[in-house]
């Protein structure tokens, strides 16, 4: 792989549809993703459970699901 290669749903082991999507972005390059700096950084660090996360604001929950039930719908 070189930094001027195309990139290729084989390549990143993806669909057509999400190399189509880099390239609306122009990112079409192995060097364009490389060079593609991601526009905000959230920390994940500080994981906060339901009843101490503050209303109106982003955070990251940590919590354990104790039952799991699968509904299908049409």
């Known amino acids: 792989m070189k930094l001027g290669d195309?990139?290729?749903p084989?390549?990143?082991r993806?669909?057509?549809?999400f190399i189509d999507g880099l390239a609306a972005m122009?990112?079409?390059?192995?060097e364009d993703l490389?060079?593609?700096?991601?526009?905000?950084?959230e920390d994940i660090n500080q994981a906060q459970?339901?009843?101490s996360a503050p209303l109106n604001e982003k955070v990251?929950?940590?919590g354990?699901?104790?039952d799991l039930k699968l509904v299908r719908t049409r």
């Open 6 to 8: 195309a990139l290729t």
């Open 10 to 12: 084989a390549m990143l």
């Open 14 to 17: 993806t669909t057509q549809a």
């Open 26 to 30: 122009n990112i079409r390059t192995v």
């Open 34 to 41: 490389v060079l593609t700096l991601p526009r905000t950084h």
């Open 49 to 51: 459970n339901s009843l």
């Open 60 to 62: 990251s929950l940590r």
């Open 64 to 66: 354990t699901i104790h």
